[in-house]
């Protein structure tokens, strides 16, 4: 598929291409972040697990690497102005576009790449088209519109803030925002309500999560998701094995009260998952490995930032003290296994829901960033 472009002062030839291997991929993805001196790279890891072929996600997909890159004629010869990977779950009706990188001043390009995505989508039984959607909602979501002086927190992604742009036209944003607070603060607010409604709080029942048995304890994780998120807009059914692949790589930085489990006559009713902020350990332009590790369990290395990556209630608890409880926990374990952390943030939430978000800021009053991801029918 060939077209011509006009971007700028330049004027060149452009053709849509397949990627053919999952290397080369990786290789153009990051050549984007070259000279951002603020990144971490938190794109890898994810990727290496959504577009492993021999991965438990990989297996109930469908999945094609694209992108478009110039002609031989003009100023730009054979550079890759746009990419991305497409990918159909199984259990999902849309087609996610993950992924998604591209240079500035290349709409047309992505124009070209996004009509090729329709197409493919439609021909895998898809009914619409997300982007900024990496396969599904817990590997990542949205292009971030976050402060530019300051490297990405563990598991966030970061993006150019024109990315944006290339989707304000004919498609439906969806935006997401993520809060933060002060550790104490928000410590002794929870304190100070819970004494209050403590009568309401005490069949619920908070358990940290054995690792000794951690495929066990996972599985009630990927249960209750399942059930809890089931009616999310991004959000679809997740297999034990999808879950696993994606906490084994986290597994070696967790401590057991990382994911805490709320509990009412012996029965998951909730849960809660949270990690300090290890790219606080990562140099610039590298990402989390053995030597965080070394860095964290060994040395004590501090870190001054924890996230709230998911507190999950099951419907039925919604107007119960269980989030509550689940938050307070949350700080304790941080105050007694971290203690020189002082600021907390949320992962995203959605901005349709009003309820999660007026919650959290309740306690996290400060927005730390935005997000939105861009959807159209097919």
């Not at 986290?250 to 057991?256: A, C, E, R, V």
């Not at 952390?341 to 978000?357: L, Y």
């Amino acid at each position: 598929m060939k077209a011509a472009c006009v971007a700028a002062e330049w004027v060149f030839n452009m053709e849509l291409f397949e990627f053919n291997s999952a290397v080369k991929y990786e290789k153009a993805m990051l050549s984007h972040y070259q000279s951002d001196p603020r990144f971490i790279n938190n794109k890898s890891g994810i990727f290496h697990i959504v577009c492993n072929p021999a991965g438990a996600f990989y297996q109930n997909t469908v999945q094609k690497m694209i992108g478009v890159k110039s002609g031989n004629d003009g100023r730009r010869q054979n550079e890759i102005l746009c990419q991305c990977v497409l990918i159909k779950h199984n259990q999902f009706d849309a087609l996610t576009v993950a992924f998604f990188e591209a240079q500035e001043n290349v709409g047309e390009a992505v124009r070209l790449m996004m009509d090729y995505a329709a197409d493919y989508g439609r021909h895998m039984g898809a009914k619409r088209m997300i982007a900024a959607l990496d396969g599904h909602c817990n590997y990542g979501i949205g292009f971030s519109r976050l402060d530019p002086h300051a490297a990405p927190l563990f598991g966030e992604s970061r993006n150019p803030e024109y990315y944006n742009a290339y989707f304000e036209n004919g498609y439906y944003k969806i935006g997401f925002s993520s809060f933060w607070g002060e550790l104490d603060d928000i410590s002794n607010q929870l304190n100070g309500i819970m004494q209050r409604i403590e009568e309401r709080t005490t069949q619920i029942k908070t358990q940290c999560a054995d690792f000794r048995q951690f495929p066990v304890h996972l599985r009630r994780y990927t249960d209750l998701s399942n059930q809890i998120f089931a009616k999310h807009w991004y959000y679809f059914h997740r297999t034990y094995n999808e879950d696993l692949e994606l906490f084994k790589t986290m597994k070696p930085l967790l401590s057991p009260c990382n994911l805490i489990f709320a509990q009412k006559n012996g029965r998951d009713i909730g849960y809660s998952l949270f990690y300090p902020d290890f790219n606080e350990l990562v140099p610039i332009g590298g990402e989390a490995n053995a030597g965080t590790f070394l860095k964290h369990k060994l040395l004590h290395r501090p870190i001054h930032t924890v996230k709230i990556a998911e507190i999950g209630i099951l419907p039925e608890y919604h107007s119960s003290a269980v989030v509550l409880t689940l938050f307070r926990e949350v700080c304790r374990q941080v105050k007694r296994q971290y203690p020189h952390i002082k600021r907390v943030v949320s992962s995203w939430i959605m901005d349709e829901n009003t309820a999660s978000q007026n919650i959290t800021r309740r306690f996290a009053p400060n927005l730390y960033g935005s997000y939105a991801a861009y959807e159209k029918e097919i």
